[in-house]
């Protein structure tokens, strides 16, 4: 049996050959005699545990429609300040990230653990406000356009910290004027078609 440290309770008299003897006695403490409180103390520590790495160190709500919201990283490949980015659609809807103030970063985009998207320094001829002055348009900010369905998200942005760290960044949320998913497959049969139409001009024109 495992006993706990002593500690002094009491004082007790016994008289010895005429001599009178103190002794302090202690209680004993077993620490078998207390499984219930060791067991509930554990399950309250392990779920203390679960809670502090589970939860979001921040959230921000993106609204859809409302423009550029800013956002940065302090870390490379750790969660910006506003990450999750939480919102909700009923119809698809664009979700943008563009670098901007220093040039060079490429931030990437989670849903959870999963890898969804990075940014690229691509040029884009979609009709919206820059943001930063002219990161959106200029090609030496990378950027991205993300089309979601109807639903709930989650979203988490990191980036490399490439052009050095804090970096800033901004995010949106587009519903109006975004392709329904079948107008994208007629667009994308619309392209296939006018591509093999040039094709056979070309080759007609060769052989004239």
């Known amino acids: 049996m ?7 309770s009491g004082i007790a008299t016994i008289r010895r050959n005429r001599h009178t003897v103190r002794r302090t006695e202690c209680p004993k403490f077993s620490i078998r005699s207390y499984p219930l409180k060791i067991k509930l103390l554990g399950a309250l520590l392990a779920a203390a545990a679960s809670i502090a790495f589970a939860a979001p ?3 921000a709500v993106l609204i859809a ?3 550029w919201q800013s956002d940065q990283i302090d870390g490379i490949d750790t969660p910006s300040e506003q990450s999750a980015w939480t919102f909700t659609v009923s119809g698809t809807a664009l979700f943008r ?23 690229t320094f691509t040029t884009t001829a979609e009709p919206i406000d820059s ?8 090609t030496s900010y990378s950027r991205l ?12 942005i990191t980036g490399d910290g490439a052009g050095g760290v804090p970096a800033g960044f901004g995010v ?19 392209f ?15 052989v004239a």
């Open 97 to 119: 990230i563009t670098d901007a103030f220093v040039t060079g970063d490429v931030f990437s985009l989670y849903d959870g653990a999963t890898l969804l998207a990075k940014t």
């Open 145 to 156: 356009s993300y089309l979601v369905g109807p639903g709930s998200y989650s979203f988490t």
């Open 172 to 190: 949106r949320l587009d519903t109006s004027a975004v392709p329904e998913p079948a107008t994208w497959a007629m667009m994308i049969t619309g």
């Open 65 to 67: 429609d409302t423009g």
């Open 57 to 59: 160190a921040s959230a």
């Open 131 to 138: 943001f930063g002055g002219t990161a959106w348009s200029d």
């Open 2 to 8: 495992i006993f706990l440290p002593c500690r002094a």
């Open 192 to 206: 296939g078609l006018v591509g093999g139409a040039m094709r056979r001009r070309v080759a007609t024109a060769q």
